[in-house]
């Protein structure tokens, strides 16, 4: 082997050291660790290598079950015994509490900010370092939510905004990009430094799903005394906080009255907790924003997860 391959392969089990620190790391945040093939395919395995298109991004293995239940310890530092070279990522969705945006280019910005509309919280952030940018912004998944990943592409390649939630996983620093550069936490924004925000509406407008369609459901009015059950009593009463802190109710406002339609409406109730997390959150953003009223009511009684 020349210097030039054993330098290769020492700074390649370098970074997956310490891809594999930040993964035991993850996991006390409660997070759905997985393992992540590098970007070269070094010691992925035949199988692997013929059927992976996204090089460093794609779980190494099976993961599925990881969508429900986080990784023991020992599995992840099997994985890594196994191959020392792995990047690192992680199951979005309920079982980790993580829905992601990813965005990709200046188009994907722009759209980004027509659709927030100045309502973007800080939240955690990280880079792929690739020349052309991107980005990726965690936000945490409402309780009882039941969300699916949606794609918003502007007519330009490799720009594009993305919604990810259950049924995705995101690469997380600090795996190593197939272009050489590092993934990294902005300043200020790594799960060290500050929580995941709450998703504000317009987010979970994009990632909303109906129960039978699998389509947003865009339906207007919730019927006078229609039932909410587990699956839909979040979103639901998220939409209508949404709806009065656009026609300027306060938090406490909200608050009460989303206390009289969870113990009317949802069955079982979400409780005070949920309900003043819901009024708090929605009640930080400025009132008569059109964003506000992008979630609607839904006129379904159940919603059925992805």
Not at 294 to 301: D, M
Request: glycine share 10%; with cysteine.
């Amino acid at each position: 082997m020349s210097d030039q391959a054993v330098r290769h392969l020492q700074q390649r089990r370098a970074d997956g050291a310490l891809c594999l620190h930040e993964a035991l790391r993850y996991r006390t945040l409660g997070w759905s660790v997985l393992s992540v093939c590098p970007p070269d395919h070094m010691g992925v395995g035949k199988s692997h290598a013929e059927h992976c298109s996204s090089p460093g991004k794609a779980p190494w293995g099976t993961w599925k079950e990881f969508q429900d239940r986080l990784p023991t310890e020992d599995e992840l530092r099997r994985k890594w015994r196994d191959n020392p070279t792995l990047n690192v990522g992680v199951a979005l969705g309920p079982v980790s509490g993580l829905i992601r945006v990813d965005v990709d280019g200046p188009a994907g910005e722009a759209r980004l900010s027509q659709l927030a509309a100045g309502l973007l919280p800080p939240t955690l952030e990280f880079t792929s370092g690739r020349k052309n940018g991107g980005r990726g912004l965690l936000f945490a998944v409402p309780a009882g939510a039941s969300l699916r990943t949606t794609v918003d592409r502007p007519d330009q390649p490799k720009q594009e905004l993305r919604f990810q939630a259950r049924g995705a996983q995101t690469v997380l620093p600090p795996s190593r990009h197939p272009e050489g550069c590092l993934y990294a936490w902005v300043d200020g924004r790594s799960p060290w430094d500050i929580e995941a925000a709450p998703a504000p509406p317009w987010l979970l407008a994009q990632l909303q799903v109906g129960p039978r369609s699998g389509k947003v459901d865009r339906a207007q009015t919730l019927p006078d005394g229609e039932k909410l059950y587990i699956g839909a009593r979040n979103t639901v009463l998220t939409s209508m906080a949404g709806t009065m802190r656009h026609r300027g109710f306060c938090a406490e406002a909200i608050r009460a009255a989303l206390l009289v339609e969870d113990e009317v409406r949802c069955d079982p109730p979400l409780g005070e907790a949920a309900i003043a997390s819901i009024a708090n959150s929605v009640g930080r953003y400025p009132t008569g924003s059109s964003c506000l009223l992008r979630l609607r009511p839904a006129s379904v009684t159940v919603e059925l997860e992805v």
